[in-house]
């Protein structure tokens, strides 16, 4: 994507990563005068050896500049706001990101082409996938990116028949004051990220500014934050569209198990239903199905492309993503469960599972999924993890330390296959961070999914 928006102006940029980069050679090819920096010396000369300016932020004239762009993992206001942003609030300079500078490329360019962005604490990824997938198998032109892990500016250009699925963090609507979406979605909030807001009430302002600036607001009923949200927007005038998975609305979406209804009238409407959509169990996709429907339907796409996109969601790579059969055994990659919270959607979803857990270990350790214990036939402890996992469960779940990934898909697969009960699954769902034994939650969840495409007579779903 070209950014023409700062053309013939100069430009500050700080954080040369991925996106960084990508930012800077968006802003160059559309004219501006860029100055880039970081803290690392490597991104700074991938940078200029790629004809981007480079020069030290710190002596540089900022009066000249007509905007500074900052990349969304460095703090603009808390713990304490980085010597950039001190700079750039001195001389009067906005500050701005990535997804700011294609909000201002789509309003130049092509103001009406469909564009939902999703946020909220969790579920966020998951969604974003859904609703893409359900727009790509309808045929329609889908650009998908933002912290899903595409840089937004790498996108295809704006054009009038083009769809945008943005997924956005609370550090890129920071940067991102005039995004304005046609359909913004808040799925739910809880705390998060505090340490870069500093309270629970800034980090839901923040969040809240995706779905005042939309034109139809979708927003989680099943939380406090998330429903004062809806009420204080829907009074200022924006089109709010609520949904819930855990009760009847009177407007909107909501789940009664695997059925999706839409209220309103005298009488819900069956939307679609989950059942036997293996990459959407549980409460927590019925809410991010929820959301999609609701976004897919704002942007014109008929109820029955809806469903046909929900039926065929290969769902998202590494989180309760079911990889591979071997007879009646489900093999489940949750390698994204990187702490006990994100575990327990995927533990919750199903009801005899040979848990596969364990590697770096978070605060809290999986204490807090013991009303879930009921539903592992037994544990396979891997990592540094182990032994205090294998106190926590002492006599409430059957567990063996099997040390390492690859002995205990071994160990858990042979057990599974013994089981006669129904929906039985074998699921690496670790509850810990990668970090003792891989370089992070992707490499350990494809290291998974070579295993199971190593065991004789499995049929391999990916």
Known sequence: MIVTSFKGRKVALFGLGGSGLATAEALVAGGA????????????????AKGIGTADLRGADWSAFAAFVLSPGVPLTHPKPHWTVDLAHAAGVEIIGDVELFVRERRALSPDCPFIAITGTNGKSTTTALIAHILKSSGRDTQLGGNIGTAVLTLDAPAPDRFYVVECSSYQIDLAPTINPTAGILLNLTPDHLDRHGTMQHYADVKERLVAGSKTAIVGDDDSYCSLIADRIEQAGVDVLRISRRHALKNGLYAEGTKILRAGGSKAELIADLEGIQTLRGSHNAQNACAAIAACLSVGVPAEEIRAGLKSFPGLKHRMQPVGRRGSVTFVNDSKATNADAAAP????????????GGLPKEGGIASLKPLYNRIAKAYLIGEAAPAFAATLGTDVAYEISGTLENAVRHAAADAEKDSASGVVVMLSPACASFDQFKNFEVRGDAFVALVAGLDGVSMLV
């Open 346 to 357: 995927a533990l919750s979803s199903y009801d005899r599972i040979y848990w596969i857990a």
């Open 33 to 48: 005068g860029v100055i880039a920096w970081d803290d690392n010396p490597d991104s700074v000369a991938r940078a200029a």
